[in-house]
């Protein structure tokens, strides 16, 4: 048997007394995530915990997910310490991603003080990859006035003539 109290990055738990009140209250955050995860991966942001993917996952896979951060750190990742970290990344304004909540939680100590952005700031940064399209698709084809009878597109002015 090794000794896990050398290593500073394993986090020791107490043993708790009420076991199925303990799962009971990390299955309710992990049923708390679900819509987060699914709001933030329809916004372009992936969120995962050690690789693992939260998309379309139900709670207990969530959890199960959280569990098997034990094979790599040795100690379980608890839901109560990466719902602080998913509600704090709804918040923000982030370009598309892909976001591992297990690593920030076990590694980033500092992440629940991060700076606000100003929204100034946030509006001068460029637009990439799917969020790009997006505005791309926006402007083209929701943003196009019905009255108008012009021909547009790539294509517009080329072939026969009315």
């Given amino acids: ?26 299955e309710g955050l992990a049923e708390l995530m679900v819509p987060i995860v699914g709001r933030l991966y329809r916004h372009g942001i992936h969120v995962m915990v050690y690789g693992q993917s939260l998309v379309n996952k139900s709670p207990i896979d969530i959890m199960h997910a959280h569990r098997f951060v034990r094979q790599i750190e040795g100690n379980e990742l608890s839901e109560l310490e990466t719902y602080p970290l998913l509600e704090r990344l709804s918040s923000m304004d982030l370009p598309d991603c892909e976001v591992d909540i297990g690593e920030l939680a076990m590694r980033c100590d500092f992440f629940d003080q991060a ?8 509006l001068r940064k460029k637009v990439k990859g799917r969020a790009a399209k997006r505005l791309q698709y926006k402007r083209r084809v929701l943003g196009v006035d019905p009255k108008d009878k012009r021909k547009k597109g790539p294509n517009a002015g080329s072939g026969k003539k009315e």
Avoid: A
């Fill in 115 to 122: 700076p606000k952005v100003e929204k100034q700031d946030r």
């Fill in 1 to 26: 048997m090794t000794d896990l109290t050398k290593n500073p990055d394993l986090r020791s738990r107490e043993k708790i007394d009420d076991y199925f009140g303990d799962w009971k209250w990390r």
